[in-house]
Nanobody, 115 residues
């Protein structure tokens, strides 16, 4: 399985973006999926997670109420809907999949929020 993120870009403060993470392979529905973000020089920060069936979601306090994680196992894609964006949300966003002993990261997509 490989993951490829898309949907990043430049947006004004208060705006919205939807990130996508598309998977190859046939085992996507087994993976618990997460979104992380990273600013240069800082550690990668966990943002949100969703269970393999999509019925359980969790969020970092910094994004709770503004971001929504979802998935479509038929399309083999996980999404991160980001609303009310702030300049502090500027980062490279990565998706990550976990299943058994497998941990797979995507390559990242840049999100820049201008003030």
């Amino acid at each position: 399985v490989q993951f490829v993120e898309s949907g990043g870009g430049l947006v004004q403060s208060g705006g919205s973006l939807r990130l996508s993470c598309a998977a190859s392979g046939s085992t996507f529905s087994n993976y618990r999926m997460s979104w992380y973000r990273q600013i240069p020089g800082k550690e990668r920060e966990w943002v949100a997670a969703i269970s393999n069936t999509g019925d359980i979601t969790n969020y970092a306090d910094s994004v709770k109420g503004r971001f929504t994680i979802s998935r479509d196992n038929y399309k083999k894609t996980v999404y991160l809907q980001m609303n009310s964006l702030k300049p502090d949300d500027t980062a490279v966003y990565y998706c990550k999949g976990n299943w058994l002993s497998y941990t797979i990261w995507g390559q990242g997509t840049q999100v820049t929020v201008s003030s």
